[in-house]
């Protein structure tokens, strides 16, 4: 598959459909990096405390528009946070709210504040019932947290024990495996029927294990679920190109302090908001594939999520476009994806 070579590519607005905006003061700085570039985002709502109740969801709502530059548009997409106290007439609420469009599972503790998240889906089954009934899809972060499981297996052990099931089980149920990272996963939303859909990230376009250990330790390469081999890069590229509908962007951009990455115990997530859709360009560009960047970054995501298309466009230019060594939010420093280097694409205007 190859496209002729263009300097200028002229798409659908995108939208973000997994994205960390945290609080506060950093998210006052973050946010103005999502609303250049996408229309919409589905916000992620593992917050400290987390969104669990749809009241929750509707101040963390006010709060992003209020941080909103002047002149911005960009609507947020509320999710809630999925615990075994989540109560079925809690899900009614979310979907009669008009601004819930999803419920995240997190496995306890498989990543940043999932503590709070599920340790056994038996306890969510009626929960799940009712979301399948009025509609409302499930997001997944699909790993396990078995210590004796491998993390470079962990999203594949959980498609085998936990996926499959619950996709047979809920048969209805509208489910997205969030940040898709391995061969396994792709395959999974591929052959999954039409319920399901998954959403990747620039970074694992991008980048495979080696990054996180070239010339040492790379902590602002550190994400969770990890980097993983080459041959998964691929399949996920192979899946991101494939225009068959099932793949759509969701960034999981997650912004840490320079400070929290460089630790002894750092966190785990990459920045990269600053320039997200000038990347999947570049993943999309080395594939031979722009042709299919808009239905992947524009089209797939509304489409499954039961929204309309952005009718608005945006206009990407190959420009080497520097990226600052460290940038400032919510008041201290924070180390983007392609920190001291260039972006191979520019987002005119």
């Known amino acids: 598959m190859s496209t ?3 300097d200028r590519l002229t798409l659908t607005r995108p939208d973000d459909w997994h994205l960390h905006l945290r609080d506060g003061a950093m998210l006052r700085d973050v946010l103005p990096d999502t609303a250049r570039q996408m229309a919409r985002a589905i916000v992620m709502p ?18 992003i528009l209020a ?12 999710t809630l946070y999925l615990t075994e106290a989540t109560a079925p007439d809690e899900i009614l609420r979310a979907k009669d709210s008009g601004f819930v469009h999803g419920v995240k599972l997190y496995p306890a503790n498989a990543t940043t504040n999932s503590h709070a998240g599920v340790a056994d889906l038996r306890r969510v089954h ?66 999954a029927p ?36 080459e041959l998964h890069r691929q399949a996920l590229v192979k899946a991101a190109i494939s225009g068959g509908g099932k793949f759509f962007l969701g960034t999981d951009s997650a912004p840490h302090p320079k400070h929290a990455k460089e630790s002894s115990c750092g966190c785990a997530g990459i920045y990269t908001a600053h320039a997200a859709i000038e990347l999947y360009a570049e993943a999309f560009d080395a594939a031979g594939a722009l042709d299919r960047l808009e239905g992947f970054a524009s089209h797939n995501g509304p489409d499954f999520y039961r929204l309309p298309r952005n009718t608005d466009r945006i206009e990407l230019v190959r420009e080497a476009t520097p990226v ?21 694409w520019r987002l005119a205007g």
């Open 4 to 6: 002729p070579r263009t």
């Open 46 to 63: 593992n917050l400290v405390p987390p969104v669990v109740t749809t009241a929750d969801a509707a101040a963390y709502r006010e709060r």
């Open 67 to 78: 941080a909103l530059p002047e002149g911005a548009r960009f609507e947020p997409l509320m």
């Open 126 to 191: 009626a929960v799940l019932e009712a979301m399948q009934r009025v509609d409302l899809p499930l997001l997944v972060h699909g790993e396990v947290t078995d210590p004796d499981v491998d993390v470079f297996d962990r999203e594949a052990v959980f498609i085998e024990r936990h996926l499959d099931r619950l996709v047979r089980d809920f048969p209805a149920l509208r489910v997205v495996l969030e940040h898709v990272t391995t061969r396994e996963g792709a395959q999974f939303v591929l052959d």
């Open 194 to 229: 039409a319920t399901v859909a998954g959403t990747l990230t620039a970074h694992h376009l991008l980048l495979n294990r080696n990054a996180i250990f070239a010339g040492g330790l790379r902590p602002h390469h550190y994400c969770l679920p990890v980097l993983k081999r």
């Open 324 to 344: 600052p060594p460290v940038m400032s939010k919510g008041g201290q420093e924070l180390v983007p994806l392609r920190a001291g280097e260039t972006v191979a």
